[in-house]
């Protein structure tokens, strides 16, 4: 990490785990112990859980996303939601182009980039995921493919907006696999993906776009994988359902 020029960011995807009640005794038993944090944090629950971690977490440090958004307005999107919907609960953040989106639902990179420029419309700040596959990494072209996902997420996104952009390099074979990138493989990739802002919008903006590592980042692997200069913070999956892990990974971060 370099917090001189970017905010450490550690954000929780929860996918799709916690009823409601639930939600609300886990932000219970987070907010003590992230209250002083050394990073922005994030919670991304379910849509059904958004309202009740808005209320549990107000007058707190932790900031609340949501796991995915439309990028139309309104219409006839059965079981969508769209930015402007997350905007006036006041949801602060949203997921873009998670893998598992990507796998299970049909996401595309252009549909990821209409996403990302629909919520970033709405003043919401996006996370944007981008990764490969286990066979694209053995084909060596990791570099290649990720910085293609981030040109095409990013297309017709201004360098003002950039402000509101946190990159999420998930490898998709580290995710819920319990396999990990080892700190040097996630930050030469983090670091791909910064050459690639400075070609599109010059160093400065490069250099104050936080850039996460996601796919296993754990309580015990933490700190070593947020040493390496391109990893700028965490998208956290099974360890954010777990306030004591989840915590300990957000005190690596200071």
Not at 161 to 167: A, L, T
Not at 175 to 196: D, F, H, L, P, Y
């Amino acid at each position: 990490m370099n917090k001189a020029l970017r905010p450490a960011v550690i954000a929780g995807n929860w996918k799709m785990n916690k009823t409601p009640s639930e939600a609300k005794k886990l932000v219970e038993e987070l907010v003590p112990l992230v209250k002083d944090a050394g990073c922005t944090v994030v919670i991304c629950p379910p849509f059904v859980d958004l309202s009740v971690a808005l209320e549990a977490t107000k007058g707190t440090n932790i900031k609340v996303g949501a796991q995915n958004c439309h990028y139309e307005k309104s219409g006839a999107f059965t079981g969508e939601v769209s930015a402007s919907m997350l905007k006036e609960m006041g949801v602060e953040y949203v997921i873009i182009g998670h893998s598992e989106r990507r796998t299970y639902f049909g996401e595309t990179d252009v549909t990821v980039n209409k996403r990302t420029k629909a919520a970033l419309a709405e003043g919401l700040k996006v996370i944007l995921c981008v990764g490969e596959t286990l066979e694209q990494r053995e084909q060596g072209i990791t570099a290649e493919l990720v910085a293609m996902q981030t040109i095409i997420a990013l297309n017709g996104v201004s360098a003002e907006e950039m402000k509101n952009v946190i990159i999420a390099y998930e490898p998709v074979w580290a995710i819920g696999s319990g396999k990990t990138a080892t700190s040097a493989q996630a930050n030469e990739v983090n670091a791909v993906i910064r050459a690639t802002l400075a070609k599109l919008y010059g160093e400065a903006v490069a250099d104050a776009t936080t850039i996460q590592y996601g796919g296993s980042m754990n309580a015990a692997n933490a700190a070593e994988l947020l040493s390496q200069p391109d990893v700028d913070g965490g998208l956290i999956g099974g360890a954010s359902l777990k306030p004591a892990d989840f915590a300990a990974i957000v005190a690596a971060a200071k």
